[in-house]
């Protein structure tokens, strides 16, 4: 049986030593959004493309606390998607999340839980750059965190994440469960300057148990802050992948190795921002196992005036499965975009993506062009004291 029971626990007693919870001021933020597009391939096919316009309504709410020890938040947002011409794939989608922060002169316990429902398509298409069947995806994370300074410029931290995947039955989606343990140690090497070594064990079991992976890792990280416009971060390391697949009486058995890393740029205009990421890391996938996923995206924000905001990002995605790295699948994506801040309240946005997805094998590229306008509204916070 997959530990879920005792990695849960383990969870909830990082978080019960704590200092007590000492409220002061709830705050209840709400907003709603209003949201048409069009797409001209709903579902990023070669030959069959499916345009349509959508609709999408979303209201959501936020309650908070915060204290000088303590930080609880309590937040969801609901979804109702609308399809003209394909009423076939309407769906109502939802993100419920819990918030627990804790700290006290040397210790610092964090607890996020997330339930979270919407469609396979748009949830892994952005990570891994694979195209699944459209289908609705329900997924429970769970992430608890504890950090204790040791000196004043060294701490240690550990991390625990669970996460719970299950599909709509089709064919070609497997339901799977991801677990991941970690433990490492940080140092403050100037005030400019952050090392760090972190270890870490993963658990990969597919619900069928037609695959299992089990993940040793370890990655060393650093943060550069050049000017108080340019910072720097880097993680680098190494993983090896034990993985056993089982089809009936047959299981058959492979070990894997690879690097993973993520690097980061950010600058700080007078009048805007550029970040420029790029990382490699082992993901979960729901056709059954996990794929090694190369990452590299530009993203531009500048501000035209004290109302209006422009923004740019372009992206770049490389995956392919530790079983068959011959196998590969690319994705690439522009997205322009305006916000036009109406007064505090109304805000409204606009933009256009385009996308090519191709894989081994595929021949032409799918390509995809979608286009959006959002009105926001934010309703005034309502406080209450206790």
Known sequence: MYPFARSWLAAVACL???????????????????????????NMQVATREASSTLALTPSLTLSDRTE???????????????QERPEFNTTDYRATLNLKSSSELDQR????????????????????VVLARRQRTQTTLQASWQRSLTERLSANTALSLVSTRFE?????????????????????????TVGLTLSSRDFKTADDSVRSHINAFSISGQWRYSERLKFTLDAGRDRT???????ALSASSITSGSSFNAL????????????????????????????????ALNYQRRLSDTL????????????????PASEVRLNRLSPSLQWKIDPQLTL????????????????????????????YGFKPVSASK
């Open 309 to 324: 905001d422009f923004g740019f990002g372009a992206s770049a995605v490389r995956s392919r499965a530790l079983d068959n």
């Open 349 to 376: 946005s606009g933009g256009y993506t385009y996308l090519t997805q191709i894989s081994t094998g595929q021949g032409d590229p799918a390509r995809g062009n979608a286009l959006f306008l959002n009105l926001m």
């Open 169 to 193: 039955p089709t064919p070609g989606l497997v339901d799977f469960a991801d677990q991941t343990l970690s433990a490492g140690l940080r140092r403050v090497v100037s005030d400019s300057t």
């Open 69 to 83: 020890r303590s930080d609880i938040s309590v937040a969801f947002a609901a979804t109702a998607n609308r399809y």
């Open 110 to 129: 964090s607890l996020t839980v997330v339930s979270l429902r919407d469609s396979t398509l748009a949830s892994e298409l952005a990570t891994t750059g």
């Open 16 to 42: 019960s030593t704590g200092a007590p919870v000492q409220a002061d001021e709830w705050v209840l933020d709400r907003t709603i959004n209003a949201r048409v597009g069009y797409n001209d391939n709903l």
């Open 242 to 248: 034990q993985t056993i697949q089982q089809a009936k």
């Open 265 to 296: 740029a950010a600058y700080d205009h007078e009048s805007g921002s550029t970040t420029a990421t790029l990382g490699r890391s082992l993901n979960a996938s729901g056709i059954g196992g996990l794929l090694r996923s190369d990452q590299a």
